[in-house]
């Protein structure tokens, strides 16, 4: 690999297919997509946006399970292999740091999570409707049983809060995209930072829509990965088309000292809803990553996707030559 891969785990049980023959894309689909179908549990709807982590030799991870009243709520699971999943039956029940009910920031709605290992524990962020007004979640775990609920980042509106796996110049970081009640016709993707993961200030701008495929809005996708050439970051795009919203992703690489910098961003999208699974759904032609495993020793990517807001996709990558892709067609 010329690419070099740090603060990541050497993960040998990633899951992976290579890429089929005659594949010309950056990323390809897993075969048996889709990896997680709507009906897992009892209660659900649909599942789909969701993030996992490495854990204990295996997998763990926070899932978007939209319920069959259609309440939005978020669900821990565990893997072996990370395809095969067991998604516990009832939603996360969230306490604080003195094991009560998390009361102060009682929630409506929970969906879209992304998960991260910094430190000590894992840390959850998700789109959290506080009193029916989204803005960022931020909870944290240390086994995925006991969940600790902490202040809300932002004030609404927000949405696609991530963070960064470790502080930056002493500084926990994290990515979002301010926006607005609704089903949101903008959005560019900022960056804000805290001391303590309670105050967040010194935002900075990242980048903004730019090109035809995510003209409408933009929003960071899985954690960054912290790569030789710079903080690798996956994120989705919007296109307002005239038969409604089509969300592709794609990815750029960020200063690693200065993450608001933007050193690279690729002008094409790498994988956009085009199989029937990412087409036909509760809300069609949507393919949105929430989450990236990513094998420190050989450069394997596999990427989590929701699809068309139904299903769980996986795809994968080699580090080396999706940067060498974003170098290339940088824009």
Not at 11 to 33: F, S
Not at 118 to 127: F, M, S, V
Not at 288 to 296: E, G, I, K, N, W
Request: charged share 20%.
């Amino acid at each position: 690999m010329s690419v070099k891969i740090f603060g990541q785990q050497s993960l040998p049980n990633i899951p992976w297919q290579d890429k089929p023959e005659g594949c010309k894309d950056v990323v390809w689909r897993y075969t048996e997509n889709p990896v997680i179908p709507r009906d897992l549990i009892p209660s659900s709807n649909s599942i789909f946006n969701s993030a996992v982590v490495p854990f204990e030799g295996k997998f763990a991870g926070v899932f978007r399970c939209d319920d069959r009243s259609r309440n939005m709520v978020i669900h821990a699971g565990f893997s072996d292999d990370a395809i095969n999943w067991n998604i516990n039956h009832d939603p996360i029940k969230w306490i604080n740091e003195d094991g009560d009910i998390a009361e102060e920031n009682a929630f409506c709605y929970a969906y879209d999570p992304r998960v991260v290992f910094i430190e000590d524990r894992y840390y959850i962020t998700w789109c959290n409707g506080y009193k029916w007004r989204p803005t960022i979640g931020v909870g944290y775990t240390f086994d995925f049983k006991t969940f600790y609920q902490l202040e809300n980042a932002f004030l609404p509106f927000n949405r696609n809060g991530v963070l960064f796996p470790r502080k930056i110049n002493n500084k926990y970081v994290m990515l979002s995209r301010p926006s607005d009640s609704g089903h949101t016709p903008f959005g560019d993707i900022y960056l804000s930072q805290s001391p303590d993961m309670k105050y967040w200030g010194e935002h900075r701008h990242v980048m903004a829509p730019k090109m035809g495929w995510e003209a409408t809005k933009i929003g960071a996708g899985p954690i960054p990965i912290e790569t030789s050439e710079g903080w690798l970051m996956i994120y989705h795009g919007v296109l307002n088309s005239c038969n409604g919203f089509v969300y592709s992703f794609s990815a750029a690489i960020l200063d690693i000292d200065k993450p608001w910098k933007v050193k690279y961003r690729c002008k094409n999208y790498i994988l956009s809803p085009q199989k029937d699974y990412e087409c036909i759904g509760d809300v069609p032609n949507v393919a949105f990553p929430c989450a990236a495993l990513v094998d420190a020793d050989t450069g394997r990517l596999a990427i989590y996707y929701g699809c068309a807001d139904t299903v769980t996709g996986l795809a994968f990558a080699q580090i080396d030559e999706l940067v060498d892709y974003i170098k290339k067609n940088s824009d």
